[in-house]
């Protein structure tokens, strides 16, 4: 199986603080791999070192069988790069940047072709400044894209999208994965990285504190979770079953336990039950993505 991109114990710190920490993941070629993580994780040291935009202090960087610092060169004709802010010339027309951006590589995609794939080609003639923010996104991955690259960085692909132009990206993304495109996706968006993703890498820490399929994660999880009023004395309802309950997001509990049963279930809702405290959502193992991010990050901070 080939692999685009090897990190092996990469370390990176500034003074004292350890922004990635001993972090070892192959991203195989052709799977689209999201990186997820609380902010301060680690996430963008990582992305900008196999860029080559920053050097590790230790450990193995290999992207496309390349060192993205000493063959950088090399490794730019090879890599797409959608970045969160573009640094795009604000006065600039929509089909002129990409036309620019066409002109630095041998065998780029025609323009306008880009436009239509991105869903911009009726706004070809309409400057930089006065795209909207998800227009200026879609502009964003056409950059990315113009030299027909085998791996592409998505940082926050749909960031500041209305749920039209998400879905539309998606799709994109989706048209890439059918040509066999390599993907490395950084979102804050759970449903984004379920949806698009083969693999997951959950950071914390600068640590990977978990990695696999989103479903594999996900089934993984034998929690209790439930939605009541915030605040409630987690301490005391501990005391009551024994198994540790945490507070994850603002009235929403996680009851952790490998082995939820019929018992644990009664013995949470009576407790709830004593206190007035009314359930508005209950489940027993992960109810998606985003509760699994929850409780894997939650616990690793502890």
Same mark, same amino acid.
């Given at each position: ?98 036309? *620019? ?83 490395? *996706? ?117």
């Amino acid at each position: 199986m080939s692999i685009s991109i090897h990190l092996e114990n990469l370390t990176k710190r500034y003074d004292a603080l350890t922004a990635v920490d001993g972090l070892s993941l192959d991203v195989r070629t052709g799977e689209t791999y999201a990186l997820l993580g609380p902010n301060g994780a680690g996430k963008t040291t990582t992305v900008e070192i196999l860029e080559g935009l920053r050097a590790s202090d230790s450990g193995t960087v290999e992207v496309l069988g390349l060192n993205p610092v000493s063959d950088r060169t090399r490794l730019q004709r090879r890599i797409g790069v959608m970045l969160q802010e573009g640094g795009v010339y604000q006065g600039a027309k929509a089909r002129e940047v990409v036309s *620019l951006f066409a002109s630095y590589y041998p065998s780029a995609r025609a323009t306008d072709e880009l436009l239509e794939l991105v869903g911009l080609a009726d706004r070809a003639t309409t400057l930089h400044r006065r795209l909207s923010g998800g227009e200026k996104q879609r502009l964003s991955l056409a950059l990315a894209l113009v030299n027909r690259p085998q791996l592409v960085f998505l940082d926050e692909p749909t960031a500041g999208m209305d749920p039209v132009a998400r879905r539309t990206t998606w799709e994109i993304i989706e048209h890439m994965q059918s040509e066999g495109v390599t993907i490395l *996706l950084t979102t804050h968006f759970m449903d984004e990285a379920e949806r698009l993703a083969d693999r997951v890498g959950i950071l914390n820490h600068g640590r990977l504190v978990a990695e696999g399929s989103p479903s594999d994660l996900i089934q993984a999880r034998g929690d209790v979770s439930f939605v009541s009023v915030p605040q409630l004395p987690v301490e005391e309802l501990i005391e009551e079953i024994g198994i540790d309950v945490r507070e994850v997001r603002t009235g929403f509990y996680v009851v952790t336990t490998d082995t939820p049963s019929p018992a644990l279930v009664s013995n949470v809702t009576a407790w709830l039950a004593n206190r007035d405290a009314l359930i508005t959502e209950l489940r027993v193992g992960a109810g998606g993505l985003e509760e699994v991010f929850l409780a894997l990050t939650e616990e690793n901070n502890r």
